[in-house]
Every structure is written in structure tokens, then in C-alpha cells.
């Protein structure tokens, strides 16, 4: 099974604040059945002692190492904001990628990620595509390429 499915993707979503957003990415995340729902809870602690944002427009809201008996299995969500959130102040992130990963399978999530969301305009298109499969497609990909 793939880690990110049209499932696991919103697109045009809004959110009031950055804690809005994580939620919202992390629901997507309990909806899928990737995570029970304290691990939303665990998402939210985390950005409290550290930020995820990365950079580009893109934050990684994920949970913390207690969190780790709360996944069910790997897999990321995207809550794409077009107008974007703010999340640190003076940056707006306009995708919010939730992570979920079993042991330290998230090393090679968040590297992975990193890798496509580094290029500015990649991330740029992501943030305002109009459709879904192309973000599953994108994100998806990278995951692939490692297997």
C-alpha cells in the first residue's frame, strides 16, 4: 500500500491557525487508519517544542517518539492551504504534510520529503494544484524510488 493516497490529500482546505491546520492534517491521517487519534494530540506537542516547518512553504507537523504506539501504519496526509497559514512569524506554509511512521521508517519519510519539496517552484505547483493525483503522484513517487 502506498504511503499517500487521494484519501490522505485535501485540497483548497483553510485553516485559522497553524494548531487548525495540524489537526486537520492529522485527522486525515486517523481517517485514512494510519493513526489513532491521540496521535494528533502528539502532532500538536511536538510543534510546541519544535517548529516543522521547513522551509518553501511546506511544514511536516509530526508526532513525537511516545507517539510511536499510535501508528498503525506509515503514511503521510497533505493539507494543501492556497492562501496559506502562517506558521512561524513572517512565514506562510501553503502545504502541511502530516507524517506518520512506525520505528525509524520516518528517517527515510522526511528525507524523501525533503527531496521534493526543496525545489522551490515543485513546491510552489503543489501548493496550488487543482489536482489531487498530482500530489500523489509527486510525493509518492519519491517513497518509490527508495524501494
Known amino acids: 500500500m502506498s504511503i499517500i493516497s487521494l484519501q490522505t490529500v485535501r485540497l483548497g ?7 487548525d491546520a495540524i489537526r486537520q492534517a492529522g485527522d486525515l491521517l486517523v481517517g485514512a487508519g ?3 487519534p491521540a496521535y494528533v494530540q502528539g502532532m500538536l506537542a511536538r510543534e510546541q ?4 516547518y521547513i522551509g518553501n512553504g511546506v511544514a511536516i ?3 513525537q517518539h511516545e507517539n ?6 506509515t503514511g503521510i496526509s497533505v493539507l494543501q492551504l492556497p492562501n496559506g497559514v502562517e506558521w512561524e512569524p513572517g512565514e506562510m506554509a501553503y502545504l502541511v504534510i502530516g507524517i506518520a511512521a512506525n520505528a525509524d ?4 519519510v522526511l ?3 525533503a527531496e521534493v519539496i526543496e525545489d522551490e517552484d515543485a513546491a ?3 501548493a496550488q494544484t487543482t489536482d489531487a493525483e498530482q500530489i500523489v503522484e509527486r510525493l509518492g513517487r519519491a517513497r518509490e524510488a527508495e524501494a
Do not use: F, I, R, W
Request: aromatic share 0%; proline share 3%; hydrophobic share 40%.
Open 13 to 19: 482546505a483553510t485553516a485559522s491557525d497553524k494548531q
Open 34 to 36: 494510519c493513526v489513532a
Open 61 to 63: 507537523p509530526h508526532g
Open 68 to 73: 510511536l504506539g499510535e501508528v498503525h501504519c
Open 111 to 113: 528525507a524523501n520529503l
Open 49 to 52: 517544542t519544535m517548529s516543522t
Open 124 to 126: 510552489a505547483a503543489l
Open 105 to 108: 521508517e520516518h528517517v527515510g
